[in-house]
């Protein structure tokens, strides 16, 4: 849709700056939309996904790419995995955000039901150790971005470890 | 004549639209939104309105 159109159209519609107006209308709703998301204290957490106006503006270029895991971090009580990704808004058609698999020296651990927030996924792990080497394993389709590109297969993906648990 | 008079008496169909007084009541009723936001305390944010307000027809 090309709002520019209808600054030129009518005189009217000029001196009111009338595709101007529209265009702010759906950016600052779509940008209300991902505030809420990244509002901690609003229980929704898909109003952008659910609500996101004018999702097939040829101008918009199309998201291709899939996100990807930008650091994944150890916290220093051992038991917390936070994940980040490069996407801020990440969907999961089963709700549960399976498949990540935590190694931890010799040992594997099955992650899920994380806590969710804005591109990042933080999940409650086996104890881990000061100076246990980990790495993080990632398989499935589940996990999408808001353009529907699936998170990529993960393997052996470097975990900073910042447990302080003897 | 304001811009919203303006925009509805472009055509008859602005007019049966009434296009600019639509498009002020949607800028009002998101505006009105943020400031309930802004108050809401069960929100975190407090800022909605100063970041994501829309100016009236008229002011542009």
């Known amino acids: 849709m090309e709002l520019d159109l209808l600054n030129r159209s009518y005189p009217a519609m000029a001196r009111a700056k ?32 659910t609500l996101w106006a004018i999702t097939d503006n040829p101008h918009i270029p199309a998201d291709t790419a899939a996100p990807t895991l930008t650091s994944a971090t150890i916290g220093t009580d051992g ?19 399976e498949g990540f698999v935590l190694n931890v020296d010799e040992d594997t651990s099955a992650l899920s039901a994380p806590v969710r927030t804005n591109g990042t996924l933080v999940f409650t ?13 990632y398989t499935g389709a589940d996990i999408k971005d808001m353009a529907g590109n699936a998170l990529d297969a993960i393997t052996g993906a470097a975990v900073t470890n910042q447990s302080t648990v003897e | 004549m304001s811009h919203e008079d303006n925009l509805n008496r472009i ?10 007084t639509l498009l002020q009541e949607l800028i009002d009723q998101h505006n009105a939104l943020l400031a309930k936001l802004d108050a809401d305390t069960g929100v975190t944010g407090t800022d909605y309105a100063s970041t994501l307000g829309i100016a009236d ?3 542009r």
């Open chain 1, 18 to 49: 009338l595709g101007d107006v529209l265009q702010e209308l759906i950016d600052k709703r779509n940008a209300l939309l991902e505030k809420l998301d990244a509002d901690v204290l609003v229980n929704g957490a898909n109003y952008a996904e």
């Open chain 1, 79 to 97: 038991k917390t995995l936070t994940l980040v990704f490069d996407e801020t808004t990440l969907t999961s058609a089963s709700g549960d955000y």
């Open chain 1, 125 to 137: 792990c086996v104890e881990v150790a000061s100076g246990a080497v980990c790495t993080l394993d």
């Open chain 2, 11 to 20: 055509s008859p169909a602005t007019r049966d639209v009434g296009l600019g």
């Open chain 2, 57 to 59: 027809l008229e002011d």
